[in-house]
């Protein structure tokens, strides 16, 4: 790699192995990829977007399908030097506007299913390029692509360059743009891939990763998909996670990442036993908690030991469970240690540091955590300390052999499925709703997305509302990951004396809700 371009597809693209021919991604409906293939088509596609004349620092914002081309497309943006932006495929109009409005991306990819709302809202918050990409290779984007040279040199960027802007919520409910750099990007990945012990192809057993996240996430978009190429290992590669068909994949594949629910739907199938992960090497999880039970179960069950870690799209990845057992055991519950180069410390609600094995909130630092939100300064601000410590948001505690815990949150979040919801936004929406006079949203235990939430809902006095009518309200205008599972209508909310909701009283009461629910 040229030792001043700092851009992460150069890195990346230094990693691929010698032989280009050999095949880099696998479908599970078949379809091979080669390194050549990845390399002519991440430049055809860079030289199309830098053929449109974008502003440096251009947004290239991409709600897709998952497909292989869509993966492409995001090497591509990083090789042309603008910033991807991905989005969730189930945003809903209220929510791409916003993220439009926000963004101001010069280039928006849709599904061709949506291109009549997206190109509209598009159009009109001022982006001059819609395309569109299908997750069966149909589409503008490629047509367009197809006409321009398959050879790019990749464009210069520093460590300090924006690669990435990625859409989390706070606690009001507003999505906020994290801004990740080159050097966010390329100092975790090279971390991780020492930490987790990546065997590139000239070593022996190398690496074969089962890629069943979505791309529109840090854990897939990130973690899972540049650990893969910059050890140069092959992928096999799953648009939509199905257990079975999962299991399957996993005879053939060394490295798995997931949520936890991936892992609790693949252990309610009988298939998974010892024999079809005997040539498994590492299954990773994180995104969310993953029950002790689940870790214990996957144990006995296939006789690996799941390495737990712990990240946030502000950050990346923070801590991690050791890899190799000369670092220490994996300890089931725990987020393991900080990894090299991060700080991580545990601070009181006054900032003064807690005495070792207390409670309270994670603060960290390292070349892995991000520049700001986008066009947000001030709730930057917000959110480092003043020694410049990044305030996580979440509460946990170092033991005395150093292993983190996270025991809560101190943000109003609730992580289903390994997608976060924010009952902030949730509620906002409820409470527009004609005779909703409050509501509170809060998160319950659910067997399957191991979290989800529970709408609790106070009528304005003379108004007569259904639960079921608040519900089918919210699926019309939000992502269907976003929806409460249960809503209920109730004449009051529990406060305490300052007359703050007590969520943790509403969690108490239908912490049950879901506990006998099918796993599936
Ligand atoms: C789907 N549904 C959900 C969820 N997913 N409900 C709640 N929570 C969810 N996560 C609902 C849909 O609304 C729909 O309901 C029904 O389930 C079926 O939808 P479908 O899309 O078919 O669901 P699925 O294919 O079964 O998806 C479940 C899933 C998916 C595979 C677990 O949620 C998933 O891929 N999760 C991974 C999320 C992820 O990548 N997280 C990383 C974030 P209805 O029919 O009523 O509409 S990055 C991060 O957190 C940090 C940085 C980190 O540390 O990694
Ligand atoms: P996101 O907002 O998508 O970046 O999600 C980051 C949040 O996910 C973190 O702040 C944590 O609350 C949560 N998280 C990530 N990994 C873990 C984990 N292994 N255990 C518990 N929570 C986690």
Known sequence: MDRENQNLFAALRAAFPSDLDAVAVETDDGLHYSWRDIDRATAMLANLLRSLDLPEGARVAVQVEKSVEAMMLYLATLRAGYVFLPLNTAYQSAEIEY??????????????????????????????????????????????????????????????????????SGTTGRSK??????????????????????????????????????????????????GA??????????????????????????????????????????????????????FISGSAPLLLETFDVWRERTGHTILERYGMSETLMLSSNPYDPRDGERRGGTVGFPLPGVGLRVRGDDGAPVAAGEVGGIEVTGPNVFIGYWRMPEKTREEFTADGWFKTGDVGRIDERGYVTIVGRSKDLIISGGYNVYPAEIEGFINELPGVAE????????????????AVVVPRPTAEVEGAAIVAALKARLANFKIPKHCDVVAELPRNTMGKVQKNVLRDRYKALFSDAPTM
């Open 229 to 282: 190429l910059i050890s140069g290992s092959r992928m096999l590669w799953m648009n939509r996670f199905d257990a079975r068909r999962a299991i399957d994949m996993l005879r053939r594949a060394t490295v798995f990442m997931g949520v936890p629910t991936l892992y609790t739907r693949m252990l309610a199938e009988p298939a998974l036993d010892r024999d079809t992960v005997r040539g498994m090497r590492l």
């Open 439 to 454: 509501s509170a949203v809060v998160g319950v235990p659910h067997p399957d997305f191991g979290e989800v939430g529970v």
């Open 177 to 226: 743009g994290a801004m990740l750099t080159h050097g966010n990007l390329l100092s975790n990945a090279r971390v991780l891939k020492d930490y987790w012990g990546w065997r590139t192809p000239s070593q022996e057993g190398a690496d074969v990763l089962l890629h069943a996240l979505p791309i529109f996430h840090v854990h897939g978009l990130f973690v899972a998909l540049h």
């Open 99 to 168: 993220f439009i409005g926000n963004a101001e991306p010069a280039v928006v990819v849709c599904s061709p299913a949506h291109f009549g709302w997206v190109s509209k809202l598009a159009f009109q918050a001022g982006t001059r390029h819609v395309f569109t990409l299908g997750d069966d290779r149909s589409g503008s984007l490629l047509e367009r692509a197809m006409h321009h040279a398959a050879e790019h040199e990749v464009v210069r960027r520093t460590s300090g360059d924006l690669a990435a802007i990625l859409y989390t």
